[in-house]
Structure formats: structure tokens, C-alpha cells
């Protein structure tokens, strides 16, 4: 007696719709009542084909005259008679069969993240989230004041808070219903402590920058250091929220919050890129000042800061630009 | 990109705006009227155009007059700009008393002064006479040209000696100058030049070009012939530079205080300050100081030079701790008010080196800025910027712009105003 096995019928998607346990041969599949397997795709004659199994214990399809016939895939091919494989996919209309043994591979089992660390308790803990909330928007306040000169009201205060929270629940409501969708589960407060985290560390490390900025005067060294926390900030967010709401491993997580991060700021200076003008008659220097507690390095004195200044004066003028001609 | 007009590097007081004024036939006469003095000096005036060849229309006008009896025309050089910066597609006509058009060609060009010498295909020209003469203040002028296109003219005014304030010599005239004068002459009642209509302040203030400068570009130009014309222009801009910017740096700048800073005051005559002291902001407080040279050097429309400027802003505050006074110093600083503009036709970008400079107790953060003239090899536009990070609540943005200069005189000038900054704490 051969091993029983398993016919998966699969729709057009390739998704299984039936598994039968096969136990003996043969079998006679089609639309019609009188069949061992019975399928309702219209394009499936009444009786379509018929499994065996012959001697040496090879599975042979065989066509009873269908209407549209037994093909095997790639390439489709149609056949009279067919010996396939143990999953080897056949079609008959727009149905797909398979045959798979009882011994037949399977994926490892998901690992439900429910199960929490100490760490992990604190970020979904619901109870944490105001305690959060109130240090990133403590946080944006200090910020906000030290980075302006002006005087500050409430109302101007709330103006710039509110559309930062707005940001961080809306973000955080529609990464909980994937959550939701996917593992059955909200995770409101993991994404919105997450997302606070993630807007928090922009305003600490924008003066960091600004500060590494000041004391080595280079022109757009705070813009270029701050590549470093919009891209890896995103990246961190994504990843959390990625790893929380669906199945994907550490690694497809990361390699698809690093791929979107790059995508998205790529296409932020692209724009940034075209849009900036073609000639500046305005000059463009290290414009970062901070109080002298800041600088402990003294300056140079006034001949070595023009020491080495004459490669200032050293242009390339291409020869195509638009010189005035000489006189004749 | 905009195309400023030279008027833009001006923002204080001065519009310049161009005139022209002509002259009639000369010959002495007993009643001296304007009327008079006009008939007899008219035929020595004329129209200049600049006609533009795709078109053939007018361009620019201008007026002028013949110095010599070979037909030899004096202008200004910004009537003839065009001409000298696209020569291929631009040429000068000029109409005579009598309504005949003739051609003309460049002879030789001023650019410091203004003044401009054409060829004409006239013969035998009635002339105008240089003689040495000194005037007096109240004396009266007979100023010509062919202002707005409306067809010669003339004004009566009066000699108001010459401008102290300029860094070019130039003779200050009571009288109503317009535009299209420009080139035209002012004479005295028997036809001798006093100068060439060059300026316009508004209402009947009007500037000449002392006749002597005229007699030196008539001078040098019999010396040479055809020649490149931008390589003129960069030889004259060089040799001017030199010698302003020598004579500057002769003695230490002196120096005013604005609070506990110590910062350049007017290095010369011809430089004017301005001052607006304790301005309240709310929070913090300022008191700016302003510098510049009155009249620059007209290239073409699009650009002039020859400029100095500069400016001193105090900032202070004691309601700011020093983290949000310093965002303060740092959006002014972000700003430098040099008033330049300019394309990439004519100019490079900027090259900027920034870095601390210690002077003393003062420490200021610096950018030193250079940009070339890409059709004047060796001249430089540069800006020194700096700002003082010395005090918490107190700090000095200082900003010096120099157009035109060759390398070696920005260096020098930047240093000479570095050293004359101080901080004398109270």
C-alpha cells in the first residue's frame, strides 16, 4: 500500500482554495456530481481528468476528452497523458492541481512578538505614553526657546506643539491598524511612544550638529551632518513600526525602512536640487554662531587667517562663457 | 535673474541719473544772453545714438560736442557703454545741428571719469575751446544738450565749486539736468568747456566733469590706436584701485567706538557715514553705523564698481541668555548687507574661507569672500564678515565690501580693517 497524499487545489492566484487526502487511485476529477474530487470552475469539463497511479508508483494525468484540456506549467504545455511529480502543478481551466506528500516540507513557525521583554512592557504600556508625551513636547518647548530670539506666547508655542503631535498620532493611528490588521493587535501606544522618541532625537541632534558646525566653520556641515538624522531617524521609526505590525524579519525590516528612508530624502534633495539656483551672487559661508562658552579654542591671528587665503582668488573661467568680444 | 541697475549700489541718497546738455556756436558778443550763447554755440552740439544693428532703432541717447576741428567728439562713457562692451552689435550715430546723421567710431574711453572720445566723419567742425580759467562760485553756466529726445536745449545755472565728498573730482552746478544730457557740454558765456554734463541729484543739482580730465583723455589718445577696450576698461579699474587703495592704507584707520567696541570711522573725505543708534526691539537693542563711497564706477547696466563700503551693527540684550542672543548675532550675521548682485556673465561665484581671528581679547568668527571679474582678469569683488564672540549679551557684526580690487589690495585693506577692531571691556 502506497502512501496516502495530498491534491491542493489552487485558484488562479495560486492560492490553495481544498486539500483532499488521497488514499486510493483513481481519481476522477471534474464539475460533474459523479466525480471523486468535484470542481466549480465553469471552464472544467463534466469529467476532466483522471489520476492513476501505475506500477512502479508514478502519478500519470490523464485528459478524458475535456473540452480545454490538461496542461503542464512552464511552459504550459498541453498533454493526452502527463506523469508529474510530487509538486508539480498541472491545470485544468482555471484551476490549478498539486499532489504533496505527508512528509511534505513546511516554514518555521512565526514567532509572535506578544511576548514581552521589560523594555518592550514600558513601550506598550499605555500608562507610559503621557509620561513621553510630556518629555518630547517638554523637550520641543526647551528647544523651541532657545532657538529664537523673539519673545515666546502660548499661543505661538501651541501652534508649533500641536502640529507636531498631530504628526505623531495620526503616524501612530494608521501604523495600529496595520498592526491590527496583521497580528490582531493595536499597539497604539508602542508606535506613539516610539514615533515621540523618534521626533525627540531631531531635536537633539540638530544643535548637536549646529555645534559641531560652529566650532569647525565649514560651510554646510550642519546641513550635511543632519543627512545623518533624516535618513537613520526614519529608518529607526520604520523599523520599529515594521518589526511591531507585521511578520518580517530583522532583516527585511531593516532592508525595507533603509531602502523607503534613502528613496524618500533621495526625492527630498532631488527637488531640493533642482530648485536651487543656477548662479549665487550672494556669498555662502559658515553662518553658525554660538556663545563664546562654546568656542574654548582661541583664534587665529589676523596674518594666518589670510595666510592662506590666495586659493580664494584662483577661478576657473570656462572659456564658452559669455565674454565681452574685443574690438575689431 | 534681476539685471539691477547701477542706481541699485546707491541705497542711501544718490540716483544717478544720466543727462546731456549741448552747446551752440561760439562767438563774443556784447549782451550776453542765453539766447545768444545758445545761437552761437549750437552748431557744436550734437546728438549721440547708440543704434542697435538687429534693429536698427535707438538704444541709448546721449549728447556731445566737438572739441577739435577734425571732428572729434567728446561723450560720456556711459552714453557709449553698449558699444564698447558688444562692439559687434551696436554702432554710434550722431545727428548735428542741421538734422544729418554720421557715423561715428570710439576713440579712446575714461571709465574712472566717465568721459568717452568718438570720430566723427564730419570735416571742419565748428569746436568748443579748453582755456584755463577759474571760476567762481556763483559764476554762470550755460549747460546743453538734448534731454529726453525733445531736441537741444539750454539751461542756465550756476558754478558751485568742486565736490569734496566724491571720490572723482566733479563740479557741483545748480541747474536742471535731464536725462539725454548726458555728454553734453557746460560752457561759459564765450564757449569755453567747464565740463561735461555727467550726474543728476534731483531738482536742479547736477554734476559736471572738470573740462581737465577731458584734456588728458584727449591727450593720451593721440597716443595709441585701435585698441581692446576691455582690456582698457581692466587697466584704467586696476591703476584706480591702486592708487585709492594705497592711499587709504597709508596711516591706521581711525577708529570711533560703538559701546565697547572699537570699529573704523570715515577713512576719507569722500566716504560717507551714517548712523542709527538704539533701536529697540523688544528683547534687544541696536545701533548700526554705515559707510560708503558716494559715486562709483559705471561699467555697463549691469554692473559698477570702484565701491567701499561698510557697516558696523551693535546688538545687545539683557533679556536674552546667551544661547538665544546668539541666534540673534547669528541671523544678522547670516545676512551680510552688501548691497552686490551681479550674473554669471560677468562674475564668478564667491569663494569664502571662515574662521576664528583672535585680536587682543576680541575674538570674531570671519568669512573672507572673493569673487573674479570674468572680464577683468585680476579684479575682485570682496567681502570681510565678521562677527565678535567675545561677550554673552553684546556682540559686534561688522561687514566690509570691497568691488573692483585686485588681490593683494583686498588682503591688505581686510587686514588694515581687522587690526583696527577692538574690544575694551568696561
Known amino acids: 500500500m502506497e502512501a496516502p497524499l495530498i491534491l491542493e487545489i489552487l485558484d488562479r492566484f495560486g492560492k490553495v482554495r481544498e486539500r483532499h487526502l488521497i488514499t486510493q487511485f483513481p481519481v476522477r476529477i471534474g464539475r460533474g456530481y459523479d466525480n471523486d474530487i468535484i470542481l466549480d470552475d465553469p471552464y472544467v469539463s463534466p469529467s476532466h481528468i483522471e489520476l492513476l497511479r501505475d506500477g512502479s508508483g508514478h502519478i500519470l494525468v490523464s485528459d478524458l476528452k475535456s473540452e480545454n484540456g490538461l496542461f503542464s ?72 526657546y532657545q532657538q529664537s530670539y523673539r ?30 490588521v496583521v497580528t490582531h493587535k493595536y499597539y497604539f501606544a508602542y508606535h506613539a511612544i516610539l514615533t515621540s522618541v523618534v521626533m525627540a532625537g531631531f531635536y537633539l541632534l540638530e544643535p548637536l550638529f549646529s555645534y559641531i558646525e560652529f566650532i569647525n566653520p565649514i560651510y554646510g556641515l550642519a546641513d550635511n551632518l543632519s543627512l ?22 530583522k532583516r527585511r525590516a531593516g532592508i525595507t525602512a533603509i531602502l523607503t528612508s534613502v528613496l524618500v530624502i533621495g526625492v527630498l534633495h532631488l527637488i531640493a536640487y533642482v530648485h536651487e539656483p543656477a548662479f549665487n551672487s550672494q556669498p555662502q559661508f559658515s553662518q553658525v554662531l554660538k556663545a563664546p562658552m562654546f568656542n574654548p579654542r582661541k583664534g587665529q591671528s589676523i596674518d594666518h587667517f589670510f595666510a592662506n587665503t590666495h586659493a580664494l582668488s584662483q577661478f576657473e573661467i570656462k572659456s564658452d562663457s559669455t565674454q565681452p568680444a574685443s574690438n575689431p | 535673474m534681476n539685471r539691477p541697475s547701477h542706481a541699485v549700489r546707491h541705497p542711501f541718497v544718490f540716483c544717478l541719473s544720466l543727462l546731456l546738455l549741448t552747446l551752440t556756436s561760439i562767438a563774443p558778443v556784447r549782451a550776453v544772453t542765453t539766447e545768444n550763447v545758445f545761437n552761437r554755440f549750437k552748431d557744436r552740439l550734437l546728438q549721440v545714438r ?35 562692451f558688444k562692439p559687434e552689435e551696436y554702432r554710434i550715430e550722431y545727428v548735428t545741428e542741421d538734422n544729418r546723421v554720421h557715423q561715428a567710431d570710439l576713440i579712446s574711453i575714461d571709465v574712472i571719469h566717465d568721459l568717452a572720445l568718438l570720430s566723427g566723419d564730419s ?57 539725454g544730457m548726458s555728454g553734453g557740454p557746460s560752457i561759459t558765456k564765450d564757449g569755453t568747456i567747464v565740463g561735461v554734463n555727467v550726474a543728476t541729484a534731483g531738482n536742479s543739482i547736477g554734476f559736471l566733469v572738470p573740462e581737465k580730465f577731458l584734456r588728458n583723455l584727449l591727450k593720451t589718445s593721440k597716443t ?99 544661547i538665544r542672543f546668539y541666534n540673534l548675532m547669528e541671523e544678522y550675521f547670516a545676512h551680510p548687507q552688501t548691497s552686490l548682485s551681479g550674473d554669471k556673465d560677468d562674475f564668478t561665484e564667491f569663494k569664502c574661507k571662515t574662521n576664528f581671528v583672535q585680536k587682543g581679547k576680541l575674538r570674531l568668527k570671519t568669512a573672507f569672500c572673493l569673487r573674479r571679474y570674468k572680464s577683468f582678469d585680476g579684479l575682485y569683488d570682496m567681502i570681510l564678515h565678521s562677527a565678535s564672540v567675545t561677550e554673552n549679551q553684546r556682540g559686534l557684526i561688522t561687514t566690509l565690501m570691497l568691488s573692483g580690487v585686485s588681490y593683494d589690495n583686498a588682503v591688505a585693506f581686510g587686514k588694515a580693517y581687522l587690526e583696527s577692531l577692538a574690544w575694551k571691556p568696561r
Open chain 1, 73 to 144: 506549467l512552464h511552459p504550459l504545455v498541453r498533454h493526452e497523458v502527463l506523469s508529474i511529480e510530487e509538486n508539480q502543478r498541472i491545470r485544468i481551466g482555471h484551476t490549478d492541481i498539486r499532489l504533496r506528500s505527508r512528509n511534505f516540507p513546511i516554514r518555521e513557525t512565526y514567532i509572535d512578538r506578544v511576548r514581552p521583554s521589560q523594555l518592550h512592557l514600558i513601550f506598550t504600556n499605555m500608562v507610559m505614553l503621557p509620561v513621553f508625551w510630556l518629555l518630547t513636547a517638554g523637550l520641543f518647548t526647551f528647544y523651541y
Open chain 1, 151 to 180: 519673545a515666546i506666547t502660548l499661543n505661538n508655542l501651541i501652534s508649533q506643539v500641536l502640529p507636531l503631535f498631530i504628526f505623531i498620532i495620526l503616524w501612530s493611528s494608521a501604523w495600529s491598524i496595520v498592526s491590527k
Open chain 1, 228 to 249: 545623518i538624522s533624516d535618513l537613520g531617524l526614519p529608518m529607526i521609526l520604520l523599523y520599529g513600526n515594521l518589526r511591531q505590525s507585521t511578520p518580517l524579519s
Open chain 2, 50 to 84: 547708440i543704434i542697435d544693428n538687429a534693429t536698427n532703432s535707438k538704444s541709448v541717447i546721449g549728447s556731445g560736442f566737438f572739441i577739435d576741428q577734425h571732428g572729434t567728439i567728446a561723450t560720456n562713457y556711459h552714453v557709449v557703454s553698449r558699444k564698447v
Open chain 2, 123 to 179: 570735416a571742419d567742425t565748428p569746436d568748443l575751446y579748453f582755456r584755463d580759467q577759474r571760476l567762481e562760485k556763483g559764476e554762470r553756466i550755460y549747460t546743453m544738450g538734448n534731454p529726453l529726445d525733445l531736441g537741444m536745449t539750454i539751461v542756465e545755472g550756476t558754478y558751485n565749486g568742486l565736490t569734496d565728498d566724491t571720490m572723482h573730482e566733479r563740479i557741483l552746478l545748480a541747474s536742471a539736468l535731464n536725462p
Open chain 2, 224 to 322: 595709441h590706436k585701435k585698441q581692446d577696450y576691455m582690456q582698457v576698461i581692466r587697466q584704467q579699474l586696476f591703476d584706480n584701485q591702486n592708487k585709492y587703495i594705497k592711499a587709504l592704507l597709508q596711516k591706521p584707520f581711525p577708529t570711533k567706538h560703538l559701546d565697547s567696541y572699537s570699529v573704523p570711522a570715515k577713512l576719507a573725505s569722500y566716504i560717507n557715514c551714517w548712523g542709527d543708534s538704539g533701536d529697540d526691539h523688544g528683547p534687544y537693542t541696536t545701533a548700526d553705523d554705515y559707510c560708503a563711497v558716494k559715486n562709483n564706477i559705471f561699467l555697463n547696466s549691469r554692473m559698477s564698481t570702484g565701491e567701499i563700503r561698510y557697516n558696523h551693527h551693535l546688538l545687545k540684550s539683557d533679556k536674552l541668555n546667551r
